[in-house]
Every structure is written in structure tokens, then in C-alpha cells.
């Protein structure tokens, strides 16, 4: 197994692990478990909100230039 399948594989496990905690002891356990999976996707964004902020400022800047690109 290559070093780019061991880390996918890595950050799948970390996101069900995180999936099933969310899902069993937090605040957000009265969510369904695909609510869960799907915060668990993105668990660095979850559990570090400075990254989540991050990656929405990423998101903004790419929109704003795929609108500006196709003006012409």
C-alpha cells in the first residue's frame, strides 16, 4: 500500500471514529448517524473551527474567481 492510500485510509478511520463518538456522546447525539458521518467527512473543520474558517475563506475565494473567469 503506497503512503498516499495509507493517508486516505488514516483519515477515513479518524472521521467514522469521530462519527461514532459525535453520534454517542456529544451535543449532537439527538442527530441522525449520517448527520454524524457527515461531520465526521469533515473532522478537522469540526473539531478546529480556525480550520473550518479556513476552508470556508478558501471556498469564497475560489467561487468569486470561477464567476470573474467565465464574465467573458
Known amino acids: ?3 498516499k492510500g495509507t493517508l486516505i ?3 477515513f478511520v479518524i472521521g467514522l471514529i469521530y ?3 459525535s453520534w454517542m ?3 449532537y447525539s439527538h ?3 449520517a448527520y ?3 461531520r465526521g467527512l469533515i473532522w478537522p473543520a469540526a473539531m478546529f473551527p480556525a480550520f473550518g474558517a ?4 478558501i471556498i469564497i475565494v ?3 474567481g470561477a464567476i470573474h473567469l467565465n464574465r467573458r
Do not use: E, K
Not at 54 to 57: A, H, M, T, V, Y
Open 54 to 57: 479556513f476552508i470556508g475563506g
Open 9 to 11: 485510509s488514516g483519515y
Open 62 to 64: 475560489v467561487v468569486i
Open 31 to 33: 442527530a441522525s448517524f
Open 19 to 21: 462519527a461514532l463518538y
Open 25 to 27: 456522546f456529544t451535543i
Open 1 to 3: 500500500m503506497t503512503l
Open 36 to 38: 454524524n458521518l457527515g
